[in-house]
């Protein structure tokens, strides 16, 4: 029987099997941000270790650090320690750190694809679970927890119990306006939040295949929030186009060797899954969400779900939440009038989702019942949007291209969502209050949110799309 993609990664990482036990598996990247790697240090100091293979670790802050005025210092206490904390770690041992205001800075899970420093056929850890948007390069990454950090800091592997296998193949192509962010909106609807709780998923079809590298990173990233453990897609020719002359690719014959070993990253034809689950990408079109977790979505021409034939659990769970979101079953959501618009975090912080916001908006003005927060994913990022002229098309729109950083995907630093208000964000989770305490999230695409702000209210991109 042919191996999985997913299997053939494993298993060439794999140092030793526990009898009874987990898998102790090698890690080739581990990521440390300000807010999950403090006591893991402690620990390591407390031991007197010091990082096994340091090469292989890079720090960034990126979850407390402001969008404004970051030449200054933090006002906020606490992120302030959090921040300063990462740097004089980084700095006792002897690892990468890429700080507030340094060209490389930004967050995480966008720098670490844009400089290469993750690779097909790697294995990536972080303390943050949308570490498996590094999936979409062909890796297998995933987050971890603190004490994990600890392990793998220490000893460059982490004890693991294996994940079972999925395939999720979407076919035909995506329509008119519809992104990868409607994508998973939609896929997350289908299976719910816990659909693929157990499995790494692998991502197949040719909807997914014609995806670009910044769409396929935004696919990934959403995996955890349909409960796996992590996504990812098969390395291509649209990956090795985005990879080639980055800062940590291999260059001359080895990249050469690079590519040729990873064009055998694939799932063989004969492999068998543990689960499979096939759509239709015609089946789908721009989405919102409607409640209080991500899979409470559905298509922005379309109402509300009612509770009618669901059970008790589920009814009490969609009144709760449409309670705190203040709508009501049956309703339609298009025309619903809202407060904020955030583009932005590792979801949709990256070049690609700033050229279609900007797609939208050209031409028109924000509305001025809008409070938008337009923050590049990094500085390389921020750098593109002038390079192409981007800023100029937002400024003239009426918008502010904020600094790099995290913002306002959860509420750990300045850009929060006041109680009562409606935000449509193209970040990854819209729990209660985690852009702020009362605030009220609406997931979208960069196109969804870009209609949104220029109208004022939920509106379909593909009305206002030349």
Not at 237 to 250: D, H, I, Q, R, S
Request: hydrophobic fraction near 35%.
């Amino acid at each position: 029987m042919g191996k999985t993609l997913f299997d053939k990664i494993w298993d060439r990482h794999v140092v030793q099997i526990v009898d009874d036990g987990p898998t102790q598996l090698y890690i080739d990247r581990l990521y440390c941000h300000e807010v999950t790697s403090p006591q893991a240090f402690d620990g390591m100091r407390a031991r007197g270790l010091k990082c096994f293979r340091p090469k292989q670790i890079v720090c960034m802050p990126d979850h407390n650090t402001p969008t404004h005025d970051q030449d200054k210092p933090i006002e906020d206490p606490v992120s302030k320690a959090q921040v300063d904390a990462l740097s004089r770690n980084a700095s006792e041992f002897g690892l990468v750190h890429y700080g507030m205001m340094d060209p490389s800075n930004g967050i995480i899970h966008v720098v670490g694809p844009e400089k290469a420093l993750s690779l097909p056929g790697m294995t990536i850890v972080c303390g943050d679970s949308h570490t498996s948007t590094h999936g979409a390069v062909g890796a297998v990454a995933f987050g971890i927890g603190t004490s994990e950090v600890e392990m793998v800091m220490a000893s460059q592997c982490i004890l693991q119990q294996k994940p079972k296998s999925m395939r999720i193949n979407v076919n035909g192509r995506l329509g008119r306006g519809v992104t990868a962010k409607d994508l998973a909106l939609f896929l997350m609807s289908k299976l719910t939040t816990s659909g693929a709780t157990g499995y790494f998923v692998e991502y197949a079809g040719e909807a997914v295949r014609s995806l670009s590298m910044e769409g396929r990173l935004t696919l990934c990233n959403l995996s955890i929030e349909m409960g796996a453990r992590g996504g990812f897609v098969a390395p291509d020719e649209t990956t090795f186009a985005y990879l080639k002359g980055k800062e940590y690719v291999p260059t001359g014959e080895d990249w050469t060797r690079a590519v040729e070993d990873w064009r055998t990253l694939c799932t063989d034809d004969d492999a068998v899954f543990d689960k499979e689950v096939t759509f239709e990408a015609s089946d789908i079109e721009p989405r919102i969400t409607y409640g209080t977790n991500p899979g409470m979505g559905i298509g922005i021409t379309e109402h509300i779900p009612t509770a009618v034939g669901v059970g008790e659990d589920g009814k009490a769970g969609l009144e709760k939440a449409l309670r705190y979101m203040g709508f009501a079953q049956g309703e339609k959501l298009l025309g619903h009038p809202i407060d904020y618009v955030f583009l932005g975090a590792c979801t949709n912080g990256r070049i690609e989702d700033f050229r279609a916001f900007a797609s939208v908006v050209k031409g028109r003005r924000k509305s001025d019942n809008v409070v938008a927060w337009l923050v590049p994913g990094s500085w390389a990022v921020d750098r593109q949007i002038r390079e192409e002229g981007i800023d100029r098309v937002l400024e003239e729109a009426g918008f502010e291209i904020r600094q790099p950083g995290c913002s306002a995907c959860l509420a750990m630093n300045d850009d929060r969502v006041p109680a009562g208000k409606y935000c449509v964000s193209t970040s990854n989770r819209n729990f209660e209050g985690r852009q702020g305490p009362g605030s009220r999230t609406i997931l979208a695409s960069p196109l969804v949110a870009a209609a949104a702000a220029v109208t004022g209210v939920i509106a379909d991109p593909r009305e206002l799309m030349e």
